[in-house]
């Protein structure tokens, strides 16, 4: 008997209510997230030390964190028709033993080629296993609780990015930083063991359909051309081979449009784009994802190059964003019940946005207190934030979609982050050649979070677009009512 099957037969046997429990099964899902997150930031603290024992210059490893993103931009377009075809609850579990492999061949890289097929191979784990993760909850809990779920399923995940900048400015300081890769091994054992033993079987609602081989090329040669060439952009390593990459990326992904509008069930679904939520929740968070992605990679570098921090006390400072986050996401829900989901990212988009135009201001002599404090306010702001995208972008998709969406919106979300670190790595390399000198400065810096800021508050436009009683089912608003297309 096939372990697929053996899950079905212990839900026949062992009947479970139709929705269990949501905090359980929100836990559980946070356990992995909570290692993906401390990984992330444990590596952005770790950085400049790393550069300097691969030899290369700090914006290089730029693509030690882009590598990661690109194996999740280009595999999370199939985690839906993977955990379809094998079983959301196996590939789940799965995912967390490829992720944990990742992490140990992480730890025993000595050059930065090396450390980017290990960083490729982790993000395959990482590619199903936040995706799934979240499906997990699409599928298991009411949407009368699904922003609590969301909230439960965030704090401990928040957890990871509050443990991980104090943990690796520790081990980078006082130990070495491969030990940082080797948190993850009894973390993952335990998600595994939580997803085998609490997890029900989750049927899935989609038909079973081919697997879109075609799109999956057009897509994984699209994206990872783009990414690859922006980032060698960036690195300023050879222009006409990154413009080749670049050309070669955008005629896969122009492929890829055409595909998709002649298949009946392409491997990611444009169509759900007509979905007025699902549409202005991909447009503007993917705005708003570009400036937060940039922020783990600015941040560490201007407090350890530009202020000439050690790595603990910029681990302290970085602390604070995940601190931020932590203590807003018990108030989302209410605060989106008592504003909407329209009107608070409205105010809260210019607010995030502005928060981190504040970092350009910064000064090495400023009060630690006081930069710990601004800097919490951008981690409240943007978690406010997301927690919105992330809740109403699904309130308008049908249940047999919502694998499709799942997978649509996360490859986006992952595929913006990937372009906030490589638009973080060229800003700074234009700035330093505009300014004629080899190492960071402070003003290349100001210039870089001044840059994403501009490019966060675009998102405005598209906020102003949502109904006004956008999400009012999920968040309980009762405010004013419109058509749902007027805003």
Request: net charge positive; hydrophobic share 50%; proline share 5%.
């Amino acid at each position: 008997m096939s372990l697929h099957t053996e899950e079905k037969a212990n839900a026949t046997a062992l009947p479970t209510p139709a929705f269990p429990d949501y905090r359980v099964i929100s836990l559980i899902v946070a356990c992995a997230i909570f290692m993906e997150q401390m990984d992330a930031t444990v590596l952005a603290t770790a950085l400049p030390t790393m550069a300097r024992d691969f030899h290369v210059r700090a914006p290089a490893m730029s693509i030690a964190m882009t590598s990661y993103l690109l194996a999740l931009a280009v595999l999370i377009p199939i985690s839906g028709k993977v955990a379809d075809r094998f079983g959301t609850k196996r590939v789940f579990s799965g995912s967390i033993i490829v992720f944990v492999l990742g992490s140990i061949l992480c730890s025993l890289t000595h050059s930065l080629p090396l450390m980017v097929a290990a960083r490729l191979l982790q993000g395959a784990g990482g590619a199903m296993m936040a995706p799934i993760g979240r499906l997990v909850l699409l599928s298991a809990v009411e949407r009368k609780h699904f922003v609590s779920a969301m909230s439960w399923t965030l704090v401990p995940a928040f957890l990871g990015p509050l443990i991980g900048p104090p943990l690796g400015g520790f081990i980078v300081q006082y130990l070495d930083w491969r030990w940082i890769f080797y948190i993850n091994v009894p973390i993952g054992m335990l998600g595994f063991w939580l997803v085998r033993r609490f997890i029900p079987y989750i049927p899935s609602a989609a038909r079973p359909s081919r697997f879109d081989l075609g799109g999956f090329a057009l897509c994984s040669v699209g994206l990872g051309c783009l990414l690859f060439g922006f980032e060698e952009v960036g690195q300023s390593a050879n222009l006409p081979h990154a413009l080749s990459l670049m050309t070669v990326g955008a005629a896969a992904c122009m492929g890829y449009l055409w595909h998709a509008r002649h298949r009946s069930d392409p491997l990611i679904d444009l169509s759900l784009l007509r979905i007025d939520s699902f549409r202005l929740s991909v447009i503007s968070g993917a705005l708003m994802r570009i400036t937060q992605g940039a922020q783990p990679f600015l941040l560490p570098l201007m407090f350890q190059i530009g202020f000439g921090m050690s790595a603990v006390r910029s681990g302290q400072l970085i602390l604070a964003t995940s601190l931020g986050a932590l203590l807003i996401r018990s108030a989302t829900p209410a605060l989106l019940k008592r504003t909407g989901f329209r009107r608070g990212m409205v105010i809260n988009g210019v607010l995030s946005s502005m928060s981190y135009a504040v970092c350009a201001f910064f000064q090495p002599d400023w009060p630690f207190a006081l930069m710990f404090v601004l800097l919490m306010v951008c981690g409240a702001s943007m978690s406010f934030q997301f927690g919105a995208y992330n809740t109403v972008a699904y309130e308008a998709v049908p249940a047999e979609r919502m694998s499709a969406a799942n997978s649509f919106y996360t490859t986006l979300q992952q595929l913006m982050l990937s372009v906030g670190v490589c638009s973080g790595a060229m800003i700074l390399k234009l700035s330093m050649a505009t300014e004629h000198h080899s190492q960071l400065g402070q003003r290349d810096f100001a210039i870089a979070f001044l840059v994403v800021t501009l490019i966060s508050l675009c998102a405005t436009r598209w906020h102003l677009k949502f109904a006004h009683d956008a999400g009012s089912e999920m968040s309980g608003h009762r405010g004013r009512r419109t058509a749902r297309g007027s805003a």
